[in-house]
C-alpha cells in the first residue's frame, strides 16, 4: 500500500512561536527540513517527494535527506508541540484541495481566500489596509467575490473536510470587501 503526502510546502511557512521553538533544539535545521525528516521517518515510509522552486531549497533537501537520521523521541514531542501552535493560528483549517471550486456557479476562489484570511488573521494586523486585502482584491478581479456567495451548498458538498463554508466565506467578505 502507497501513501502521498501533500501540502508540506504550507510547514516551511510556520508562526515565529513554532520556528522559535524547532530552532531552539537544532538551530541550523530550517523548517522544511523538519516537515520533509517528519514524514521519512515513519515506518514503511519508502520515498518523500519534496517540491522545491530554487537551487537554495534543493541543496538544503540534499543536505539533510544524504545522511538521513530519523526523528529522535525528543523531536516527535517538539514536533507535536510546534504542531499544535501551528493550528492554533489557522483560522480556517482549508487544505486548499480546490475541490469546492469546481462546484462553485460564482467561480469563487475559495482556496484563495481562505489562505488570505488564515495569513491575514496570523499578522493580527490593526491596519485596515493590509497586503492580504490587496491580493484579495486583485484576485476578486478575476474571480468571484466572497460576497457573490448564493449560499447553494455545492462547495460544502465537496469538501473533505466538512467546513461551513459559506459562513466563512461571509467573514472573508467582511474583513477583505469592507476593510474600513
Request: proline share 6%.
Amino acid at each position: 500500500m502507497s501513501v502521498f503526502l501533500s501540502k508540506g510546502g504550507t510547514l516551511a511557512d510556520i508562526p515565529e512561536e513554532a520556528e522559535k521553538l524547532l530552532k531552539s533544539y537544532h538551530p541550523d535545521m530550517s523548517v522544511a527540513s523538519w516537515a520533509i525528516r517528519f514524514a521519512a521517518s515513519h515506518e514503511n515510509v519508502m520515498l518523500v517527494l519534496s517540491g522545491m522552486s530554487n537551487m537554495e531549497q534543493l541543496k538544503d533537501n540534499l543536505s539533510y535527506m544524504i545522511n538521513f537520521k530519523p526523528f529522535t523521541p525528543k523531536e516527535f514531542e517538539l514536533v507535536c508541540e510546534a504542531a499544535k501552535i501551528i493550528n492554533k493560528s489557522v483560522a480556517i483549517p482549508c487544505t486548499g484541495c480546490s475541490y469546492c471550486i469546481n462546484k462553485c456557479p460564482k467561480n469563487i476562489a475559495i482556496p484563495k481566500y481562505f489562505a488570505l484570511y488564515n495569513a491575514d488573521m496570523r499578522e493580527l494586523e490593526t491596519k485596515a489596509w493590509t497586503a492580504q486585502t490587496m491580493l484579495y482584491s486583485h484576485f476578486s478581479e478575476q474571480f468571484g467575490k466572497a460576497s457573490d456567495c448564493i449560499g447553494c451548498g455545492q462547495c460544502e458538498k465537496m469538501c473533505p473536510q466538512h467546513l461551513p463554508i459559506r459562513e466563512w466565506l461571509q467573514k472573508v467578505a467582511a474583513r477583505f470587501e469592507n476593510p474600513f
